[in-house]
C-alpha cells in the first residue's frame, strides 16, 4: 500500500497539507494539556461511559480543570451522562467551543453535532455498504478533528472514553503518542475479564502505554433498605489477580447512579456520601497520585 506521499497526484485536493495541518493542530492543542488519559475496556457494558463521567466530575470537583472527548463516535453517549445534550457548539477562529457542565467539566461529543436522537453517524460513500471501508480512518480523523479543532484552554486533565474493542487504543496512542495512561474498566464476571484482558495486553505489551490501574466496576449490589453490600456477579479473580494491574477502586451498582446518568444530574454533587461516590473519588484520587 502506498503512503500519500507516493501517489502520482491527488487530483488537486492536498491531501498531504491536509493530514498535516490537521496534525499539527491537534498537537498545539495537547501542548496545553498536562495529562491525557484514555478509559478502555475492550468490552462493551461495563460502565465505562458512566464511570468516565463520574471521574471527570470527581477531578473536577478536586480543583482541576478537564476536558473529556466522547471517542466512542458510532455511540456516543456522554452528553446526556453529563447533562449537555442541550448544549450548541459555537465555531469561533480559534475553533470549536466545547459544552460545558455545570461543574465546569469540557466535552465535545458526536451527539451535540447529530439532528435527532435517532440519527445514526453516516459516512459519505456511493452506498452505505460501500462505507466500510474508509470506517476506521474516517473515525480516526473525526477524532483527530474532536482533539485538534476544540477550543480547550489549558486543561490539567483530557480525558478520551474509547469504544469497546482492542483496536481502539492503537487509534489514539496514533494521534496522541505520548499518552499519560490507561484507565482499566471491568465488572466482576469471568467474561468480562477473559475480554478485558485482551486491551490490557494491547496497551502494556504491544503499544508499551502506562496502564494507571483497573476499576472494578459495579463490584456489588448495595441494598436500598439496610445497606448492605452483595455480589451482583458470579466473582472471577480479583482484578489485581486478573490483569496484574493495581486496582484503583471497586465501584458499587447504585440505581441513582444509573438514575442520575439518565436525567444528566451529577451523581456525586447529590449522593456524596453513597459508597459508589465514595468508590469514585478514590479512583480519582489515585489517577491523580499516578502523575
Given at each position: 500500500m502506498k503512503t500519500y506521499r507516493e501517489l502520482p497526484s491527488d487530483a488537486g485536493s492536498n491531501i498531504i497539507g491536509q493530514v498535516t495541518a490537521q496534525a499539527n493542530r491537534l498537537q498545539k492543542r495537547l501542548a496545553s494539556v498536562k495529562y491525557t488519559v484514555a478509559i478502555m475496556s475492550g468490552k462493551g457494558g461495563v460502565g465505562k461511559s458512566s464511570l468516565t463521567a463520574n471521574l471527570a466530575a470527581a477531578l473536577t470537583l478536586k480543583g482541576n480543570t478537564v476536558g473529556v472527548v466522547d471517542a466512542d463516535i458510532n455511540g456516543p453517549t456522554l452528553a446526556k451522562i453529563m447533562g449537555v445534550r442541550n448544549a450548541t457548539l459555537e465555531y469561533t477562529p480559534a475553533g470549536v467551543k466545547p459544552a460545558i457542565t455545570v461543574l465546569g467539566t469540557k466535552l465535545?461529543?458526536?451527539?451535540?453535532?447529530?439532528?435527532?436522537?435517532?440519527?445514526?453517524?453516516?459516512?459519505?460513500?456511493?452506498?452505505?455498504?460501500?462505507?466500510?471501508?474508509?470506517?476506521?480512518?474516517?473515525?480516526?480523523?473525526?477524532l483527530r478533528e474532536f482533539i485538534g479543532d476544540t477550543e480547550w484552554g489549558e486543561l490539567d486533565y483530557l480525558l478520551l472514553d474509547l469504544p469497546p474493542g482492542t483496536d481502539r487504543l492503537p487509534n489514539v496512542a496514533e494521534l496522541i503518542p505520548d499518552l499519560g495512561g490507561v484507565v482499566v474498566v471491568t465488572i466482576p464476571s469471568e467474561v468480562s475479564q477473559f475480554i478485558v484482558k485482551k486491551s490490557v495486553t494491547m496497551a502494556r505489551d504491544i503499544l508499551k502505554v502506562p496502564i494507571i490501574g483497573v476499576v472494578e466496576n459495579m463490584a456489588s449490589y448495595v441494598c436500598q433498605h439496610c445497606g448492605e453490600q452483595e455480589p451482583l456477579f458470579s466473582a472471577g479473580e480479583t482484578p489485581d489477580a486478573a490483569f496484574q494491574q493495581d486496582l484503583l477502586g471497586s465501584v458499587p451498582f447504585d440505581p441513582k447512579l444509573a438514575r442520575s446518568g439518565d436525567d444528566g444530574t451529577l451523581y456525586l454533587h447529590e449522593y456524596p456520601d453513597a459508597p459508589a461516590s465514595k468508590a469514585l473519588m478514590e479512583v480519582a484520587e489515585k489517577v491523580q497520585a499516578f502523575f
Open positions: 465535545i461529543s458526536m451527539d451535540l453535532l447529530l439532528a435527532e436522537d435517532d440519527a445514526p453517524v453516516l459516512w459519505n460513500a456511493h452506498t452505505q455498504k460501500d462505507a466500510f471501508t474508509w470506517r476506521s480512518t474516517m473515525e480516526v480523523s473525526a
